[in-house]
C-alpha cells in the first residue's frame, strides 16, 4: 500500500524560530518520487520540491531544507528563521513509481507563524 | 495570465442547479487533473486527462461530468450536487504522462463550492 503520513496537524511558532514539518511515507515500489506543496489562505497549492528515491542528497533552498532518509522513510521539510508569510498548510505526497502520475497526499500540516 | 487559472473562485449552488466549473493552463503543458479537497481528508484526485482524452476517473459519481476541450481547458459540470460535495476543487496541470519522469503538477487556486 501506498500512504503518506503528517503526524503534526498544526504547528505553531514565533517568527524567527526554525521549524521541521514531518513526513512518513510508505511504499513498495523501488522507484517513486516525493514532494512537497505549499498551500496558503488563498487556496492554490504551490509547488516546493520534488525528489527522486534514487538521490538522497539532503537540499537546501534559501530558508528552506528537505531531510530524506530512505532508511526511516522521511522526507522531512525545515523552515529556519521562520517568517509570518510561511503560515501555510504543508502537504507532503508521493508519486509510487513514475508512468503514472497518482500523487498521493498526506493529510497536511497547517504552520501558523506569529510575530 | 499565467500558471493554472480557476473561475469561478467561490460557487454557491443548490442541490437542483446546474453549473460549471472551469480552468485554463498557460503553461503548455499536455496532462489536466481535477482534485477534490475536503475538510480534514486528503486531496482526492477525480479526474486525469492527457491530450484530452480522460484516461483516470477514480469511481466519482456521475453527478460529476468532466469536458476537456483542448489541452489548455478542463471543465467540471455540476448536477444535482449533494451538501457533502461541498469542498475546494482544484484543477493541476502537468507536462505530459506516460512512460518517463513523473512530471511535477502545478495547481490553480481552485473552486471554493458550497451546496445548498
Known amino acids: 500500500a501506498q500512504k503518506v503520513t503528517q503526524a503534526q496537524t498544526e504547528i505553531s511558532v514565533v517568527e524567527k524560530e526554525d521549524v521541521t514539518l514531518d513526513c512518513v511515507y510508505e511504499t513498495r515500489d523501488t522507484t517513486y518520487y516525493l514532494f512537497w506543496y505549499k498551500q496558503p489562505p488563498s487556496g492554490e497549492l504551490v509547488f516546493l520540491i520534488r525528489r527522486n528515491s534514487f538521490d538522497e542528497q539532503n537540499e537546501i533552498s534559501g530558508r528552506y531544507s528537505w531531510n530524506f532518509q530512505k532508511s526511516t522513510s522521511s522526507f522531512n521539510f525545515t523552515i529556519t528563521a521562520s517568517q509570518v508569510v510561511d503560515s501555510a498548510v504543508y502537504f507532503c505526497a508521493l508519486t509510487p513509481r513514475p508512468n503514472t502520475d497518482k500523487l498521493i497526499f498526506g493529510t497536511g500540516t497547517r504552520l501558523q507563524v506569529f510575530p | 495570465e499565467t500558471g493554472v487559472t480557476q473561475t469561478p473562485r467561490h460557487l454557491v449552488m443548490g442541490m437542483t442547479n446546474k453549473k460549471s466549473l472551469k480552468c485554463e493552463q498557460h503553461?503548455?503543458?499536455?496532462?489536466m487533473y481535477w482534485y477534490k479537497q475536503s475538510a480534514k481528508k486528503p486531496l482526492e484526485l477525480m479526474f486525469v486527462?492527457?491530450?484530452?482524452?480522460?484516461?483516470e476517473n477514480n469511481s466519482v459519481p456521475s453527478r460529476f461530468s468532466p469536458e476537456c476541450p483542448n489541452s489548455s481547458h478542463l471543465f467540471l459540470h455540476l448536477h444535482t450536487l449533494q451538501p457533502e460535495d461541498s469542498a475546494l476543487y482544484l484543477c493541476?496541470?502537468?507536462?505530459?504522462?506516460?512512460?518517463?519522469?513523473?512530471?511535477?503538477?502545478?495547481f490553480g487556486p481552485g473552486t471554493r463550492l458550497t451546496v445548498l
Open positions: 503553461l503548455g503543458h499536455n496532462a
Open positions: 486527462y492527457s491530450l484530452e482524452e480522460r484516461v
Open positions: 493541476a496541470s502537468s507536462q505530459d504522462l506516460g512512460d518517463r519522469v513523473t512530471d511535477t503538477q502545478y
